[in-house]
């Protein structure tokens, strides 16, 4: 029990794929009085897993494209390249979303799992967390599109190498926060990466 949150009240507001709650509180200031009552929305969306595909060998990474209703308004359009990512399903770990999703989204199995990070996708709204990996595959025969058809996933697999990624990255191609998290990571541990995996 958190003692430095007090909740007031806490009501749902809609609840459908997705869960919206509204919530009045009151929080610990940093002087040790408690703040005013707050009210404020939280969109409950439950917790993913990612992982970056890599092929140490080969020096490939395997790199998602799919169509995304929250970039409906972005400049570049709704197909965002990603990196493959799941829900966490009651009863399953991030390793085995990772691993599933592997197949499903991209066709590829991971045959060894590095973890990143831990992180709220963006905490000021929604308590969405995500499990980063980096997953070490063979890429020789990976491509063509994949995914689940009852889910309406159209997902195309993009093999390229990772000074493309990390040029596609630095460029702003890329504008999905984990992938981003994760190539730089493996700009940063490269060479501990093929040390450990080849």
Not at 58 to 63: G, H, K, N, T
Not at 135 to 146: E, I, K, N, P
Not at 174 to 182: D, G, N, R, V
Request: glycine share 8%.
């Amino acid at each position: 029990m958190n003692t430095n949150v007090e909740v007031l009240e806490k009501t749902i507001c809609f609840e459908g794929f997705f869960r919206i709650e509204k919530y009045r509180l009151r929080h610990r200031l940093f002087s040790g009085d408690w703040s005013q009552p707050l009210v404020r929305e939280v969109f409950e969306r439950g917790h993913a897993a990612a992982v970056l595909p890599y092929d140490p060998i080969r020096d490939e990474v395997i790199l998602i494209e799919q169509f995304r209703v929250g970039a409906l308004g972005a400049q570049d359009g709704s197909w965002l390249l990603e990196i493959v990512a799941g829900m966490i399903e009651a009863g399953e770990t991030a390793q085995d979303v990772v691993k599933r999703e592997s197949i499903e989204e991209a066709d590829c199995i991971i045959s060894d799992l590095i973890p990143l990070y831990d992180c709220f996708v963006s905490p000021g709204g929604t308590t969405e967390r995500v499990a980063l990996f980096c997953g070490r595959v063979d890429s020789t025969h990976a491509g063509g599109v994949h995914g689940a058809a009852e889910e309406g996933e159209d997902i195309k697999v993009h093999v390229v190498p990772l000074d493309t990624a990390l040029t596609f990255l630095n460029s702003g191609k890329i504008t999905s926060a984990s992938a981003i998290i994760a190539l730089q990571w493996l700009a940063l541990n490269r060479a501990s990466v093929h040390t450990r995996w080849i």
